[in-house]
C-alpha cells in the first residue's frame, strides 16, 4: 500500500486499504473496521475500491454509511456483473437479514455462490455460504441450512479453529 501511494496509484492504494476493513470485520473487530474503511474511502472511489470498505461497513451493521455507497454502485454500474452479482447480493443479504426477512436474504447470497468465477479466493464466498445458512436457519428451513453449513465446513476443514467466525459458525450449526 505504501509503495502503491508513493507512486501516485491511489486506486491500488484505496483497494490495499480496503481489504483491511473487511478482515478486521470478518473476525469481529469493528472499530479497526471503521476506521480502516474510512481511510480507504478517502484515497480513491471507484467501483472496486468502494465495495470492500463498503461490505466491512455493512458486516457489524453500519447500514447507514453502507447504504449510501450501495445507492451509489448501483447507479454507477447497473450493467456490471461483479456489482450485481457479488458485491452488492452481500450487502443486500446482509439488510435482509437484519430486517428479518430471511427467505430473500438466503436468495441474496445464493446469487454470490452462483457466480464462483467472481469471487474464486475472495472471502466473500465462504461468508456468503455461512450467511446463507444462517438465514436459512432462521427462516425455519433447517435441512437447506444444515446442508450448507456441511458445505461450509468442507471448504473450511484446514481453518484455523481458533478464528472467532469459525467458532461461532460451528456453535450455530451444531444448534
Not at 468502494?50 to 454502485?73: K, M, N, W, Y
Not at 436474504?105 to 475472495?122: M, S, Y
Request: glycine share 6%.
Amino acid at each position: 500500500m505504501i509503495l502503491a501511494r508513493q507512486g501516485s496509484f491511489l486506486e491500488q492504494a484505496a483497494l490495499f486499504q480496503g481489504a483491511r476493513p473487511v478482515w478486521n470485520a470478518l473476525f469481529g473487530l469493528r472499530a479497526q473496521a471503521a476506521t480502516n474503511a474510512a481511510a480507504a474511502l478517502s484515497l480513491y472511489r471507484s467501483r472496486e475500491a468502494d465495495c470492500g470498505p463498503a461490505f466491512a461497513l455493512a458486516l457489524p451493521g453500519d447500514s447507514t454509511q453502507a447504504h449510501r455507497i450501495v445507492a451509489e454502485l448501483e447507479k454507477r454500474y447497473p450493467e456490471d456483473t461483479s456489482v450485481q452479482f457479488s458485491y452488492l447480493p452481500a450487502l443486500r443479504g446482509r439488510a435482509y437479514s437484519r430486517m428479518g426477512r430471511h427467505r430473500e436474504a438466503a436468495a441474496e447470497f445464493q446469487k454470490i455462490l452462483d457466480h464462483p468465477a467472481l469471487v474464486v479466493n475472495d472471502p466473500i464466498a465462504p461468508m456468503a455460504r455461512l450467511q446463507q445458512a444462517r438465514a436459512l436457519s432462521a427462516s425455519g428451513d433447517g435441512a437447506k441450512s444444515a446442508a450448507v453449513y456441511k458445505e461450509l465446513f468442507t471448504l473450511w476443514k484446514d481453518a484455523d479453529s481458533d478464528v472467532p467466525v469459525v467458532q461461532e459458525a460451528k456453535a450455530e450449526s451444531a444448534r
